[in-house]
């Protein structure tokens, strides 16, 4: 089956730094997505990780280990509208396994 | 279009009414996937279109779901008999292909309740 757990809730502050987690047992693996999605919107990539490492996109990271069944979102110089839900999803043979996702609230 | 279509964006149903929810996606998206959002949970999987075959349809959650697309184009999610459960925000995505790194493109959703 697929598992995929991520933190329910996060807060941070604006300017600040903070990284979700997000740890998955799923029986295939063709790659990993992060996606933001704000209230009442539908979700919006964010990234892409396949292979081991770090992946760098302005003043968002993503961090993938295969071995480990683990990822994380790394999120720099927190501003208030990235308070939203992310969601960290695990492809398999086409179709995407989403997480419940992580609210994120950034406070001044 | 230049975006995926979801029509209606809000729908509100009889319980044991059948209803089809509308998905138009990008042109040129070969695969097309349905999902399930209650409020303030995650996006459950329903369906996952390539071409006009669905070679997952491991999470429609009962017989009471069908989803069928045409000409590599739309799609149609129809749910018979509804029930309360139900109501939830139908998502729908698409994307260039079924693999590698194909980011998928949502639609706004269609909001249903079941009253």
């Known amino acids: 089956g697929q598992n995929i757990d991520q933190p329910t809730e996060m807060t941070a502050t604006e300017g600040a730094i903070v990284q979700i987690n997000c740890t998955y047992q799923?029986?295939?693996?063709?790659?990993l997505f992060w996606y933001q999605q704000h209230a009442g919107e539908a979700p919006t990539f964010l990234s892409y990780n396949v292979l081991d490492g770090l992946e760098e996109k302005g003043r968002f990271s993503s961090f993938l280990s295969r071995s480990k069944g683990y990822s994380y979102l790394l999120l720099k110089e927190l501003q208030m509208k990235d308070s939203a839900s992310y969601l960290c999803a695990v492809r398999d043979s086409g179709k995407s396994t989403f997480g419940d996702g992580t609210t994120l609230t950034v406070k001044p | 279009g230049a975006g995926v279509s979801q029509s209606p964006s809000n729908k509100v149903t009889e319980k044991g009414k059948d209803v089809e929810l509308r998905c138009d996606p990008i042109?040129?998206?070969?695969?097309l996937y349905w999902y399930r959002q209650r409020l303030g949970q995650g996006l459950e999987f329903l369906i996952y279109f390539q071409g006009n075959s669905a070679p997952d349809k491991s999470g429609l959650p009962s017989d009471r779901f069908s989803a069928e697309r045409t000409g590599e184009s739309v799609s149609t999610l129809t749910i018979q008999r509804t029930q309360q459960e139900d109501s939830a925000v139908y998502l729908c995505a698409s994307s260039l292909g079924g693999g590698g790194d194909t980011e998928a493109f949502f639609g706004q959703g269609t909001r249903l309740t079941v009253v």
């Open positions: 042109s040129g998206h070969t695969a």
């Open positions: 799923t029986s295939g693996f063709n790659g």
